[in-house]
C-alpha cells in the first residue's frame, strides 16, 4: 500500500516542509531560511525563529501540495520534527502537524532530528545499504554512528563538549565572519595558505572515537589575538581551523571503520555541505578500499524532506498514531528512539 508523507521541520531556523511517496519518492519540497533575519543577532533569537515558523509553515505547506499537484485530502500520514531543537520552534511544528492531522482523521509520528538526517544519504542516488558507519555533524552534534537498520543504531563516539559545527562557528565569529559562521570560514579558508599556522588536534590520539574540539576554539582565541588580521592572515587562519577540524573528523572516522569492520561511511549533516572535508573523506575512504555517501547538498542543512523521508520508513514499520496529544523534546538522545 502506497502512502504520502507530508515532512514538517521546524527544529530551529528554517521551515521545511515536503512529501514523500513511498513508491514514487520525494514529490515537492520547499525550504524557508531564517538566515537574514538572525544575521542582524550574529546567532539565531529563538522568540524570533519560533514566531517566523508561524508565519512561514502554513504557506509552505500550501506550496508543496500545489507544486505536486495534490490537496490535503491527499496525504496519509504528517511526520514532524518532535526535538532536539528550541522548544518553542518545535512546537510551532508539532501542533501544526498534529491540527492538520486530527482535521484530516490521518496518524502523526514524531521524528528525532538527527534521524531525519541520520538517514537523508538514503535520498540520494547512489544510496548506501545497511550497515554502514554514519558520521553526523550537524549545528551542536557530532557522532559516530553504526547503523544497522531504521532504529537500529550504536553509537560509537560523541563529542565531548563543542561539536565541529561550533567550533567553525565560533572560530568564524573570532575572525570577524558574518553568521552562519561555518559557511563564511570555508569560502575564506579556500584563499588561506597551507603551514603558515599549527592548531591542535584535541584526542586525535586518544584511543576511542570521541571528540573535542573546544581546545581548538582557545587556540584560535589566542592566534587572533595575536595576529596582524591583515586579510591574508586571516585567511591563512581559516585554512589552518579548518584542516585540525577536517583532520580529526577523518581520522576518527578512519578509526570507526576500522573498528566495525564496516566499508560505508555516510556523512549527515550541515558540515557535510564543507567541500574540502568531502574531498578529504572521499580520498581517505576510497584509499582504503570503502566508500562515502552523502545526502544532496540541498538535504545537508535542515529540510522537511528527510523528515517526510524517516516518517515514511516508520510508517512502513507500523509506527504512527491518532493520538494528537503531543509533547516536544528540545533534548533528546539520539540512542533512545532504538527500535530492537
Known amino acids: ?51 517566523d515558523h508561524v508565519k512561514h509553515v502554513v504557506p509552505l505547506v500550501r506550496q508543496v501540495l500545489q507544486e505536486a499537484n495534490l490537496t490535503r485530502h491527499d496525504i496519509d500520514a504528517i511526520a514532524y520534527t518532535q526535538g532536539p531543537g528550541l522548544g518553542g520552534a518545535l512546537l510551532v511544528g508539532a501542533s501544526v502537524a498534529n491540527a492538520l492531522a486530527y482535521a484530516l482523521d490521518i496518524p502523526t509520528i514524531g521524528i528525532h532530528h538527527l534521524e531525519g538526517h541520520l538517514l537523508s544519504p538514503l535520498l540520494s542516488d547512489p544510496a548506501p ?62 584563499t588561506g595558505r597551507a603551514g603558515q599556522y599549527k592548531l591542535p588536534r584535541p584526542m586525535l590520539h586518544s584511543g576511542d572515537l570521541d571528540f573535542s574540539f573546544s581546545g581548538l576554539k582557545t587556540a584560535v582565541l589566542t592566534l587572533t589575538k ?64 570503502g566508500k562515502v555517501f552523502y545526502p544532496d547538498l540541498q538535504f545537508c542543512t535542515d529540510n522537511g524532506a528527510m523528515i517526510a523521508f524517516a516518517g515514511a520508513l516508520r510508517l512502513a514499520q507500523q509506527q504512527g498514531e491518532k493520538d494528537y496529544r503531543f509533547n516536544v523534546k528540545p533534548r533528546w538522545n539520539l540512542t533512545e528512539i532504538v527500535t530492537a
Open 1 to 51: 500500500m502506497s502512502l504520502i508523507t507530508l515532512g514538517i521541520e521546524s527544529s530551529c531556523d528554517e521551515t521545511g516542509i515536503a512529501l514523500y511517496h513511498s513508491e514514487r519518492g520525494l514529490l515537492a519540497h520547499a525550504l524557508h531560511s531564517q538566515i537574514a533575519m538572525h544575521n542582524e543577532y550574529g546567532g539565531v533569537v529563538p522568540e524570533l525563529a519560533s514566531r
Open 226 to 289: 595575536q595576529s596582524d588580521r591583515e586579510p591574508q592572515t586571516l585567511a591563512d587562519i581559516a585554512y589552518a581551523v579548518q584542516e585540525a577540524i577536517i583532520d580529526v573528523l577523518a581520522h576518527k572516522s578512519r578509526a570507526a571503520l576500522a573498528q566495525t569492520g564496516l566499508s560505508q561511511l555516510v556523512i549527515a549533516g550541515g558540515v557535510g555541505a564543507n567541500q574540502a572535508l568531502r574531498e578529504r573523506l572521499r580520498s581517505d575512504i576510497e584509499k582504503r578500499g
Open 129 to 190: 545499504n545497511f550497515p554502514f558507519v554514519a558520521l553526523l555533524i550537524s549545528g551542536g552534534h557530532t557522532q559516530l554512528m553504526r547503523v544497522d537498520g531504521v532504529g537500529l543504531y550504536t553509537l560509537l563516539g560523541e563529542t565531548l563538549d563543542d561539536a565541529a559545527g561550533e567550533a567553525f562557528d565560533k572560530s568564524a565569529k573570532l575572525l570577524g565572519l558574518g553568521y552562519p559562521g561555518g559557511a563564511a570560514l570555508a569560502q575564506l579558508a579556500s
